[in-house]
């Protein structure tokens, strides 16, 4: 890319072509807790704090994780455009919702995770039932090495007293979130069977629930209504392929980076044509997440459950329009 492009008005279509694709990132409950602003051959993404779960996420650790998630489709976007990118994550100590600023440069050629544009579109959220084809240890080592690319750690629970713990944990937290009145109102609202509703968790995307899941590790019920259009048995097994996102930084730094790790996984799995769905509940709960992190003799913080394999496609949650989401 000529150097002078950037300082022509074609650098600003690049940007606002990238908060459009940071825009599609996968958010906690699709609250989508992000707001965007050009200026000159910069874009910011800046935290949208009344969007936060205050219910499951007093402390912000998902929302963070979510806009780590719209920051590495940013990336991807610039890269596959031709851009080189400089990041400062967290410039201004003073000003904690300018989570990053994001500054295009010229390069010679589309830096690697520029391949991964094409997935940003395809990537979902699959609350199915997984089929019960083995994930190749081919995949899982490069999902390992895409965590490791983002200053994150991926952890394969592979043995069978760590897949126990693992379900018996998560069917606790699970319980134990359930029983709150707050968060069963904050999953509520933030559900829906209106189908022009452009955030939120909408009843297409999840499974009728009827007593006959037949989960280890339960999916999150989002279906407050009795309204799921997808099949009600999901069968999450402990046998499936789980993978515990982790990084060394319990802070809103390490939770950024959590959010771009766990993005170039679910791109880099949806690029290879396997389905990706988040188990978070074990590790929302401080409880849990604190005996997980002791069972599976973690140094890291653990941050996202995993589970991959391949299932039928299913209906995209919308998105609100990037004009919304401009300053």
């Known amino acids: 890319m000529p150097s ?21 990132a996968p958010s906690v409950h699709n609250t989508q807790p992000w707001r965007f602003r050009l200026t000159g051959n910069t874009l910011e993404l800046r935290t949208d704090r009344s969007r936060q779960l205050t219910a499951l996420d007093p402390t912000g ?25 400089d990041v400062q994550r967290l410039p201004e100590p003073a000003d904690p919702d300018l989570l990053a600023i994001l500054t295009a440069r010229p390069a010679t050629a589309a830096a690697g995770i520029g391949t991964l544009h094409a ?3 395809r990537r979902q959220t699959n609350r199915r039932r997984f089929s019960s084809d ?6 899982v080592e490069e999902l390992v090495a895409a965590a490791a690319a983002e200053g994150a750690a991926l952890f394969e629970i592979s043995r069978e007293e760590h897949r126990i713990a693992t ?11 359930n029983a709150s009145p707050a968060y069963r109102a904050e999953l509520r609202a933030w559900t829906s069977d209106d189908p022009t509703r452009r955030d939120g968790v ?3 995307a999840v499974p009728h629930v009827d007593a006959s899941a037949g989960d280890d590790i339960p999916i999150r019920d989002f279906d407050s209504r009795g309204t799921g259009w997808l099949p009600a048995e999901t069968r999450s097994s402990m046998y499936q392929c789980l993978l515990l996102l982790t990084t060394a ?8 980076t959590a959010g771009e790790a766990l993005e170039r996984i679910w791109l880099t799995a949806t690029d290879r044509g396997y389905a990706l769905s988040l188990l978070t509940q074990v590790v929302e709960v401080a409880r849990t997440r604190e005996q997980l992190r002791a069972t599976l003799d973690l140094t890291s913080h653990p941050l996202v ?10 209906p995209s949650s919308l998105r609100r329009p990037l004009a919304e989401l401009m300053d």
């Open 249 to 256: 930084d319990e802070s809103p730094l390490g939770w950024l």
């Open 4 to 24: 002078s492009l950037l300082n022509t008005p074609a650098v600003g279509e690049l940007l606002r072509h990238a908060a459009q694709k940071a825009a599609l």
């Open 202 to 204: 909408s009843a297409s």
């Open 167 to 177: 379900a018996v944990l998560s069917q606790q937290a699970d319980a134990e979130q």
């Open 134 to 139: 083995r994930v190749p240890a081919e995949l």
């Open 305 to 314: 459950l995993l589970r991959i394999g391949t299932a039928a496609i299913t």
């Open 119 to 121: 997935a940003i579109d």
């Open 61 to 85: 650790r998902q929302l963070m994780i979510s806009a780590g998630c719209a920051l590495f489709n940013a990336r991807v976007a610039l890269a596959a455009a031709g851009c080189r990118t």
